[in-house]
């Protein structure tokens, strides 16, 4: 009996690390893919927007307790100061660098935090590439407005993209629920 029960639970520690030996591997890569969307993220300005920015001693700088959580929720917007006729203007930013105003009406900076209700937490790499590739939100929804550079980040690989998203579901979860964009006649 004894010598049976050894090939039986050797056969099963074998399996084991062969199981831990993948989960360690699965782990492995998408820590690398995390580091590598860590990097875009840092290199292709999406912290310009999706961080709004506070004043600091020399000026507005990024609000790092708020770090890609988009548009504050707490900022209410007065409405878009009148541009004078004939003007070169034609876009109007925020101080928290997170509201644009144009002839799209107003958009706000989305929460790119992995919390649930308010910023990317339900999603699926499939859902954050397909709002990339289409410019719609979730692949279906409204347009994603300007001045998010989609036809830049549309042209990401797939790898890429899914980096991005890897990373961003390394950041703390902020709730922050930023307001829907603004129609033109609502801009005013």
Known sequence: MKTALLPVTA???????????????????????????????????CMDCHTPFKMGPKGPEP?????????????????????PPGSPW??????TNTAWAGPWGVSFTANLTPDKETGLGDWTADDFKKTIRTGRHLGRGREILPPMPIPVYSQMTDEDLESIFAYLRTLPAIKNRVPEPWAPTAAK
Do not use: C, F, N, W
């Open 63 to 83: 609000d790092m307790s708020r770090m890609l959580s988009g548009h504050p929720q707490d900022l209410k917007m007065p409405p878009v100061p009148a541009l």
């Open 90 to 95: 034609v876009i109007i930013g925020a101080g």
């Open 11 to 45: 056969v099963a520690g074998l399996l084991l690390l062969a199981y831990v030996g993948a989960a360690g591997a699965q782990t492995a890569m998408t820590v690398e893919k995390a580091a590598r969307g860590k990097y875009l993220v840092a290199t292709s300005g």
